[in-house]
């Protein structure tokens, strides 16, 4: 997964630039669509664990030609970012004290300005040599077992506390106090009204007084509780909401969760192109039909319209998954993926993009048969790679597949 996560980032730095990449890792559906393409467990929350820490390791020794600095991450990972952010402004001369604030700032929203049952337990914190970033947190309820992803984006922010995220990634659920909503501006103002009327010893008084008992809550409580929130967040006036993604909770890959006809579009495309872009690749033994498929879908990973994936189920077909679904990692196909991609990307460097370009052409083959192409079942395609398990060196936290299993 660090290779491969690595790779298809230096792809998209290539072909869009840094920026695009931030803007990509903000969108809840492309991040968990991402997650899945590398084979880790296509719903789970794992994927952000997962999707940060390869992307940390495996842009690190590539962060002084790419311009990419990934920091942070789960539980004292997260603690160490405003350092790393100084030491990332050491080396480039970006204001590293100012990340360091941004940082405190956005945990401190998703911690305490919104108040949903959620614990932050992950901040990751991506940050360009332009100065442009974008954070990935992630809080856990441990009651219900559930988690929730909250997306950042420097570019188009004016506040931290006014409808501030790209994206917020859960199932809307239970009373929560949310003090960024849109709607949420005149409990701001009240609580800053009341604190500069009271001090802090006045809001202690005025808290007591509610609850008729003593108490000393933090000024956060004293907000207007919104209720059960919308299916997206309530945006400032005259800012789009951003997207909102709720993940299953099952673990197998179902029909319905995958769009059949854009996964027999990626197949079809992969058959007619893979022959005629991709011919010394199929001359190598082990290399075949397969890893072309999987070719297909990495790149609608890295070319893809946002509105592609909907759907990020679709993208597991690619490398399968690590908890065997929808069927067991093929590690010979995934490391012909990571062989291709990275020549790919060191001949692009060198001027000679024709395998990057032929990547793209798979992606735009896709997108031009997608509503007229037919294929078979996504139940059919899964028996047919869980059949074929052995051969491709399938894999999974169960062990090697063997052939019958």
């Known amino acids: 997964m660090v290779r491969l996560g690595a790779v298809i980032g230096e792809a998209v730095v290539q072909h869009y630039g840094r920026d695009e990449l931030l803007r990509r890792l903000a969108h809840p559906f492309w991040f968990q669509s991402f997650g899945a393409v590398m084979g880790m467990d296509w719903h789970s929350s794992g994927i952000t664990t997962s999707v940060i820490g390869a992307l940390k390791r495996g842009l690190a020794p590539l962060s002084g030609e790419l311009g990419i600095h990934v920091c942070g991450g789960r539980g004292r990972h997260s603690r160490r970012t405003p350092d790393e952010l100084a030491e990332v402004g050491a080396r480039t001369g970006l204001d590293g004290a100012a990340l360091a604030r941004a940082s405190r700032l956005v945990a401190k929203v998703d911690s305490a300005a919104v108040q949903d049952g959620f614990d932050l337990y992950l901040h990751g914190f991506v940050v360009s040599d332009d100065g442009n970033w974008c954070v990935i947190q992630q809080g856990m309820n441990g009651d219900r ?14 506040s931290f506390v006014d409808a501030p995220h790209a994206a917020i990634d859960s199932r809307p659920q239970g009373d929560i106090v949310n003090l960024t909503d849109g709607r949420a501006a005149p409990s701001r103002a009240a609580q800053l009204d009341l604190l500069r009327d009271t001090g802090p010893d006045g809001l202690s008084r005025e808290w007591a007084r509610l609850e008729g008992k003593p108490a000393k809550p933090p000024p956060a409580q004293m907000a207007l509780d919104l209720g059960e929130p919308p299916a997206r967040t309530s945006p400032a006036p005259g800012r789009p909401a951003p997207p909102h993604l709720v993940m299953p909770a099952h673990h197998d890959v179902r029909a319905e969760n995958v769009s059949a006809t854009r996964l027999h579009a990626a197949f079809a495309a992969a058959a007619e192109r893979g022959p005629e872009d991709f011919a010394e690749l199929l001359l190598t033994p082990g290399v075949g039909a397969r890893t072309v498929r999987a070719l297909a879908l990495v790149a609608e990973v890295v070319h893809g ?81 869980r059949l074929l398990s052995p051969s491709y060196g399938g894999r999974s936290v169960f062990g090697w597949e063997k052939p019958g299993s």
């Open 145 to 158: 077992r559930q988690a929730r992803r909250y997306h950042w984006l420097s570019e188009g922010l004016e």
């Open 305 to 385: 319209a946002p509105c592609r994936f909907a759907d990020p189920a679709r993208f597991s077909m690619a490398h399968g998954g690590k908890d065997r679904h929808p069927y067991p990692v093929p590690l010979k196909v995934y490391d012909q993926t990571i062989r291709v991609l990275k020549t790919a990307v060191a001949n692009a460097r060198l001027g000679r993009d024709d395998e990057l370009a032929a990547l793209k052409r798979l992606d735009d083959q896709a997108r031009g048969i997608d509503r007229v192409i037919g294929g078979p079942s996504v139940d059919e395609v899964i028996a047919e790679e």
